[in-house]
Nanobody, 122 residues
């Protein structure tokens, strides 16, 4: 059973940076895809960034050039480095994993973390 634990959220002013971490455990074979989703109050969950085990990545248009997804295989940890944060980035951020290539369909991910809150103020 894959277990995902996020950390690194917090409050920051617009233009600031944060790095989210997702520690993965409980598996024999690493999930093929690990990614980040977010959900703001009153809005649907949306994909932010995802990374396949072959190193290929994909980003939502709204975060391209500002966010970077990466992974430290030795630490079994996925990261999301966020720069130039905007108030519209405020949301609960979730780490997710699946044993297929990455997809933006959140319903296709089998494993989820509990989330970490990111709040960006003006």
């Amino acid at each position: 059973q894959v277990q995902l634990v996020e950390s690194g959220g917090g409050s920051v002013q617009a233009g600031g940076s944060l790095r989210l971490s997702c520690a993965a455990s409980g598996y024999t074979y690493r999930p093929y895809c690990m990614g980040w989703f977010r959900q703001a109050p009153g809005k649907e969950r949306e994909g932010v960034a995802a990374r396949n085990s072959d190193g290929s990545t994909t980003y939502a248009d709204s975060v391209k050039g500002r966010f970077t997804i990466s992974e430290d295989n030795a630490k079994n940890t996925l990261y999301l480095q966020m720069h130039s944060l905007k108030p519209e980035d405020t949301a609960m951020y979730y780490c997710a994993a699946r044993y297929l290539r990455c997809s933006w369909s959140g319903t296709s991910y089998n494993y989820w973390g509990q989330g970490t809150q990111v709040t960006v103020s003006t």
